[in-house]
Nanobody, 124 residues
Framework: VQLQASGGGLVQTGGSLRLSCTAPSNTITRGTTGWFRQAPGKEREFVAATGRGSYYAESVKDRFTISTDSAKNTVYLQMNSLKPEDTAVYYC?????????????????????WGQGTQVTVSS
């Protein structure tokens, strides 16, 4: 399954962007879908996920919202109040399983399918 991530760009501090993750089938809307990000020189980190509930990293809670449009096989990440530290390449990931173990949502190794990443740059 090929995931297609889009919606990245350059935005000023305090601005908003909406990322999209689309797949040709309903894999990402019937199982678990997550967003991860990687900044230069840093490890990939969890951002948000949806499956049996929605989960967020503490650093983005109350600013980012993950949502699903099953009709379009698309998962969105609405990012508001963006900060320079949100600058990174954002990757969407998915798995056929709907995780029942909470910790799995936060672990990149649990996701089988990955998209190509989209750059988000927040200027100060």
């Amino acid at each position: 399954v090929q995931l297609q991530a889009s919606g990245g760009g350059l935005v000023q501090t305090g601005g908003s962007l909406r990322l999209s993750c689309t797949a040709p089938s309903n894999t990402i809307t019937r199982g678990t879908t997550g967003w991860f990000r990687q900044a230069p020189g840093k490890e990939r980190e969890f951002v948000a996920a949806t499956g049996r509930g929605s989960y967020y990293a503490e650093s983005v809670k109350d600013r980012f919202t993950i949502s699903t449009d099953s009709a379009k096989n698309t998962v969105y990440l609405q990012m508001n109040s963006l900060k320079p530290e949100d600058t990174a390449v954002y990757y969407c990931a998915a798995d056929d399983r709907t995780f029942s173990t909470r910790s799995f949502y936060f672990q990149a190794k649990q996701y089988f399918y990955w998209g190509q990443g989209t750059q988000v740059t927040v200027s100060s």
